[in-house]
């Protein structure tokens, strides 16, 4: 049975002279209180009705119920039913009354002792958008501690227990004459009708205030600590994001998380899943703590950090020394000394680790240490700061590597477009000069057929030589891009390098036959292992290289050839000459295209300017080296370059002299060997 009739509105009207108030919810739940506790405070057996508007209001209090129904039998709790909620005659009476009936509205608390009386009626007023938080709920009613007002609201409230139970009708009326029966209903008319001493209510109010103000100050210190954390996550975030330099923003965030943390010591160092140890770069020290900088800090070794990697998260430790995992790492037989003594010797006492990660890539680590007197308890809160800060360590140093690379990129789009501008003057040159020169020979010989036999074969003879250098220039670009694209294919086997050295030097002078050469010296041992390599193209690599010793050695000068063991499973090969030599800060740039040491475009020496080049690129497609050495200008020049030496028992492979220079690399898809020319 609902009931739309309010009962703050009844007991108006029967006490007009009332003056509501405003109350909230947290007054409500103090004057509550109060009154509850002068009935747990005393043993009058009073009369207690209490109307909660919902059952989950209820649920809050219902334990304080169970302790008032010791008190009395005379207990009535009016609520509207949510879950569970009933209609019961259990320890005290329970009254589930309809939703919709007012009651739901209302807020009261009536208790009627034989020495004392008050009341607690309160209806809600509508709630405001800003009012969410429940505290903020208003009320408006009266709270009294007049007798004839507070049994009025008994009267009202019995009424409506009765109309949603008439099984309680004696129980009731057993309570009518108890706390109800009254002559007349008469009216308060001075403070010496209340007949209740209010200290219990003062103390509870008192209590209640100063812990709402105790939780007050604790939200405030929440408040300020978050306050202060996210000014310190702001600044080491601006201050990273000034710099896009690696090691400065380290350093910057240690500093700043060091001296916002008030730890001891704070570390951060750069490492990847798969290294030994690393070396501590960056740190914050407190005065008084022991430095670890320049330090090799153990990492595969280190369990802490393997948890790391398998978690991808933090790992703390707020008692270090009796830590299971440091105790338990003592008795492990591994390398390296164990956790117990890192910790004793760097003084930690409470210890964290938090890995730096972009998008699941470790970039470093970081570890904070505290360092005593007493051990540390790392709250959540900490960790999510660090964390929060490793995230934007993380991202800094990715956007320092990205520039990085973005320079590196330009300067090597730079250098390429260098590169082409070079290549397209060098070779218009190298084209241009022969094609002149043939044109002019074929020219004359066409508007001149009375020339005499001996110019007219000096013509023939320049043109052909012209033509030949076009031919090399053209090969030795094909030879040179097949290797830059790696697209030859390595036919490696056992060689003889002392057959491939002779059978390079018969080429060079049959080449040259027509010309006197300096004097070639073979003293490579003639009892060398076998080298694993392609047996032509190391003929051509010989050949080269001998080529550009003998331009730039005059015909009294000397060549030397000479080969030693390098290392373990290398050969050595150095081409020695007296010749013209290389200024030191130049011998890097020897191997570049079309390199001349008098520049590309006005060269005293014949040759494409790509050989260098070219045995750059076969030494290095077989996994070795080349490289150069001269005393400086004049004093000569060594070209050395290494060769792996044949696996045991490999068979060796004969290397036949041909008759006569072969052709350039021909490069044709087919399984036959390819012959590399000279």
Known sequence: MSNSQSVLSELLRAFPQGR???????????????????????????????????????????????????????????????????????????????????????????????????????????????????????????????????????????????????????????????????????????????????????????????????????????????????????????????????????????????????????????????????????????????????????????????????????????????????????????????????????????????????????????ELHHCGPAPLTWNQDDVALVEAVNLQVGVALIQAEAYANLQDLNEQLEALDRTRSNLVAITGHELRTPLSTIQVCLESLATEPDMAPELRQVMLNTALADAERMRKLVQDFLTLSQLESGRVEWNAEPVSLAECIDLSISHMRAHNRHQTLPRILNQAPLDLPPVQADGEWLVELLAKLLDNAIKFTGAGGQITITAAPKGEGFLEITIADNGRGIEPNRLETVFDRFYQEEGALRRSAGGTGLGLAICRQIVTGWGGEIWAESAGKNLGSQFHFTLPVAPPGAERRESKPKPEPVSAPRFRRSSRRRRPGL
Request: glycine share 4%.
């Open 20 to 366: 509501p108030q405003l109350y909230f919810k947290s007054s409500l739940t103090a004057l509550s209180h109060a009154m509850e506790d002068q009935v747990l405070a005393d043993s009058q057996n009073p009369l207690i009705i209490a109307s909660f508007q919902r059952e989950r209001f209820y649920r809050q209090e219902a334990h304080r119920y169970r302790r008032i129904a010791d008190r009395s039998r005379q207990v009535y709790v009016l609520a509207a039913p949510e879950t569970d909620f009933k209609n019961n005659s259990d320890r005290y009476e329970t009254i589930a009354f309809d939703p919709q009936d007012a009651l739901s509205q209302e807020w009261h608390l009536v208790v009627i002792g034989q020495q004392y009386a008050s009341c607690l009626i309160c209806r809600e007023r509508p709630t405001s958008a800003g009012d969410v938080i429940d505290n903020n709920r208003r009320f408006e009613g009266i709270w009294t501690f007049e007798r004839s007002m507070s049994q009025k609201a008994a009267e009202i409230l019995l009424e409506r227990i009765l109309s949603y139970r008439p099984e309680l009708g004696p129980k009731i009326r057993q309570a009518r004459r108890r706390y109800l029966v009254s002559p007349t209903l008469t009216l308060p008319t001075s403070n010496q009708d209340f007949q209740s001493n209010p200290a219990p209510f003062v103390e509870r109010l008192v209590t209640y205030l100063q812990a709402g103000q105790y939780k007050l100050i604790k939200a405030n210190r929440s408040l300020s600590a978050k306050e202060q954390k996210e000014r310190l996550l702001n600044s080491v975030t601006a201050a990273i994001r000034r710099s896009l330099d690696p090691e400065e923003i380290l350093q910057i965030a240690v500093e700043k998380l060091g001296e916002g943390l008030g730890v001891c010591r704070c570390l951060i160092y750069r490492c990847q899943e798969e290294d030994l140890d690393a070396t501590i770069t960056h740190e914050f020290l407190n005065p008084g703590i022991s430095s670890l900088k320049g330090r090799a800090w153990p990492l595969r070794e280190n369990p802490l950090f393997q948890q790391v990697l398998e978690l991808r998260d933090a790992v703390v430790l707020d008692n270090a020394p009796q830590d299971p995992r440091v105790l338990a790492d003592a008795f492990l037989e591994k390398p390296g000394p164990p956790l117990g003594e890192l910790v004793a010797s760097c003084s930690i006492l409470s210890w964290m680790l938090v890995p730096i990660l972009y998008r699941d890539r470790l970039l470093g680590m970081m």
